[in-house]
């Protein structure tokens, strides 16, 4: 099982930025793709950004360019969020994906965009 926390969400203006953060730990040895999911209010859950073991990237086409994934050796895992827009704002999850396709969630961390 591996365990997950996410920090760094926030209140910020259009047009700024934002650095969240996913810990990992537990057996992280078995993880082949964290992610990032956002959920606004009264929609659904969508994949934001995914960084697989090879270090591919995927990015949602609403995010490309704007937002970038990255990852630790120990798969702590980072979203830079740039030049974010109001329709950022919801509440960002952390993903983990291990190898016999077990899924774990953080609690979420809310970002909100707005002047």
């Known amino acids: 099982q591996v365990q997950l926390v996410e920090s760094g969400g926030g209140l910020v203006q259009p047009g700024g930025s934002l650095r969240l953060s996913c810990e990992a730990s537990?057996?992280?040895?078995?993880?082949?793709?964290m992610g990032w999911y956002r959920q606004a209010p009264g929609k659904q859950r969508e994949l934001v950004a995914q960084i697989f073991v090879t270090r591919t990237t995927t990015y949602a086409d609403s995010v490309k360019g704007r937002f970038t994934i990255t990852v630790t050796s120990a798969w702590n895992t980072y979203l830079q969020m740039n030049n974010l827009k109001p329709e950022d704002t919801g509440v960002y999850y952390c993903n983990a994906l291990d190898r016999e396709n077990r899924e774990s969630w953080g609690q979420g961390t809310q970002v909100t965009v707005s002047s």
């Open positions: 537990g057996n992280i040895f078995g993880i082949r793709v």
